[in-house]
């Protein structure tokens, strides 16, 4: 499986932006789909954006639509995450993920997570 680790997480005011980056080794990169999930103190974890190997496909869920955008590079072996418009909402620990099987919203179809990062919006 591939190891994943992110950064670029941090503190920002809302309406700021932040790019997170997922790092991964240690596998064939470029057949994995790769995805971001957060989770905030007290809330199950949710779907953000995914991205298929080839990165011809992106899907995001509802709450972040048009204000973050996943793209990955398969020559550096690295997923990221734009976030533009952040909220307070946006506040949580946002963790990479990857998966040899097709995109998915579902946290539980991915092997391979990173650590995590967090991301504070204040108002």
């Known amino acids: 499986q591939v190891q994943l680790v992110e950064s670029g997480g941090g503190s920002v005011q809302a309406g700021g932006s932040l790019r997170l980056s997922c790092a991964a080794s240690?596998?064939?990169?470029?057949?994995?789909?790769m995805a971001w999930f957060r989770q905030a103190p007290g809330k199950e974890r949710e779907f953000v954006a995914a991205?298929?190997?080839?990165?011809?496909?992106?899907y995001y869920g509802d709450s972040v639509k048009g204000r973050f955008t996943i793209s990955r590079d398969n020559a550096k072996n690295t997923v990221s995450l734009q976030m533009n418009s952040l909220q307070p909402e946006d506040t949580a620990v946002y963790s990479c993920?990857?998966?040899?099987?097709?995109?998915?919203?579902?946290?539980?179809?991915?092997?391979?997570w990173g650590q995590g990062t967090q991301v504070t919006v204040s108002s």
């Open positions: 240690g596998g064939t990169f470029s057949m994995y789909n």
């Open positions: 993920a990857g998966r040899a099987g097709p995109s998915s919203d579902s946290d539980w179809r991915y092997a391979s």
């Open positions: 991205i298929s190997w080839r990165g011809t496909n992106t």
